[in-house]
């Protein structure tokens, strides 16, 4: 609607084309722009179509002088996100909130800490150079998390999977062929997290036939003031022995995956960035302000020489 006496509310077509801005003030995918952005900003996301980078100043913190560890279990994932809210919106700073669904729980923590964890379990860790502060800091969070239907459980827990953390990354808890893996990284605020994380649990176990065996194990690994990402991580143990049949399988799933996380509220992508694996779904969440990006595109790179094909231009 067009209000003459506040013109600067105007939507008509014919002032602007109609952008589809980002729900979250926070993501990866492409060029994220925002009130207040410098060039930097701008450079950010840009997965190489924009520039080279030939230098970096990195900033440095000395090891914290103290560090709290704590570890919940939930009867239902709902608790476990409200109380993450509450500590988030509450200005409390976890260096560490992992919140990890009954199936990550239960399978990839509990192997890495050598516990039974059956329900949602969070991982909290607060640090920092003043021990008092960090102390109330955590105590403050813990009760938050009991308020919420929180269970203790010893802190020993969340220092063995601070130690072991990086095993993720190596075998027997990383994948390898001939398996299929991968993670669909997204966004929201907290009013859509919840049917984001439900939305996508569905759709990616949908896509795959009962045959594959597929697991599927999520975790809330970052978390802001305003809201949280989720990790869906997939793993088909052995997929089809076709080249062909496995990379439609999952293609398959990353297309259910990220169409159903959009459509209930979410953004791609939490920092995983886009690639060419998300590049055809640019458009789903920008909608005509892709045409916008790509004249910033072109303006710093007339000669299409950055990358083209990334980020869904040509």
């Known amino acids: 609607m067009y209000d003459?006496?506040?013109?600067?509310?105007?939507?008509?077509?014919?002032?602007?084309?109609?952008?589809?801005?980002?729900?979250?003030?926070?993501?990866?995918?492409?060029?994220?722009?925002?009130?207040?952005m410098d060039l930097i900003d701008l450079f950010i996301g840009s997965e190489g179509?924009?520039?080279?980078?030939?230098?970096?100043?990195?900033?440095?913190?000395?090891l914290p002088a103290k560090r709290v560890f704590g570890v919940y279990s939930f009867a239902s994932l709902s608790d476990g996100i409200e109380a993450g809210r509450r500590i988030m919106v509450s200005g409390l700073r976890p260096?560490?909130?992992?919140?990890?669904?009954?199936?990550?729980?239960?399978?990839?923590?509990?192997?890495?800490?050598?516990?039974?964890?059956?329900?949602?379990?969070v991982v909290l860790m607060f640090d920092g150079e003043y021990p008092e502060l960090v102390e109330l800091e955590a105590q403050t969070a813990f009760a938050i998390c009991a308020a919420?239907?929180?269970?203790?459980?010893?802190?020993?827990?969340?220092?063995?999977?601070?130690?072991?953390?990086?095993?993720?990354?190596?075998?027997?808890?990383?994948?390898?062929?001939?398996?299929?893996?991968?993670?669909?990284?997204?966004?929201?605020?907290?009013?859509?997290?919840?049917?984001?994380?439900?939305?996508?649990?569905?759709?990616?176990?949908?896509a795959v036939p009962a045959e594959w065996d597929l697991q599927l194990t999520t975790h809330f690994s970052h978390w802001y003031e305003w809201g949280s990402m989720i990790y869906a991580r997939m793993k088909i143990p052995t997929g089809p022995a076709d080249l062909r049949e496995a990379k439609a399988l999952h293609d398959a799933v990353f297309k259910a995956g990220t169409e159903?996380?959009?459509?209930?509220?979410?953004?791609?992508?939490?920092?995983?960035?886009?690639?060419?694996?998300?590049?055809?779904?640019?458009?789903?969440?920008?909608?005509?302000?892709?045409?916008?990006?790509a004249r910033i595109k072109r303006a710093l790179d007339p000669n299409n020489i950055l990358c083209p094909g990334k980020l869904g231009f040509e």
Do not use: C
Request: glycine share 6%.
């Open 148 to 206: 919420h239907n929180g269970t203790q459980l010893p802190a020993s827990i969340a220092e063995t999977w601070w130690d072991r953390r990086y095993i993720f990354y190596y075998p027997p808890y990383a994948p390898e062929l001939p398996s299929i893996w991968g993670t669909v990284d997204v966004v929201a605020d907290f009013e859509h997290i919840e049917a984001v994380y439900e939305a996508v649990t569905q759709a990616v176990r949908a």
């Open 49 to 62: 179509t924009l520039g080279v980078i030939t230098a970096a100043t990195v900033k440095l913190r000395r």
């Open 260 to 293: 159903a996380a959009l459509a209930a509220g979410a953004v791609m992508n939490d920092h995983h960035g886009v690639g060419l694996r998300l590049e055809p779904y640019m458009r789903a969440q920008y909608g005509d302000g892709m045409e916008a990006l």
């Open 4 to 36: 003459s006496t506040r013109p600067w509310l105007a939507t008509r077509s014919d002032f602007l084309p109609a952008l589809a801005m980002p729900h979250v003030p926070k993501s990866s995918a492409g060029y994220f722009i925002k009130p207040g």
């Open 95 to 121: 260096s560490v909130m992992r919140l990890y669904d009954r199936h990550a729980a239960s399978h990839s923590l509990s192997r890495a800490v050598e516990v039974p964890l059956p329900d949602p379990t």
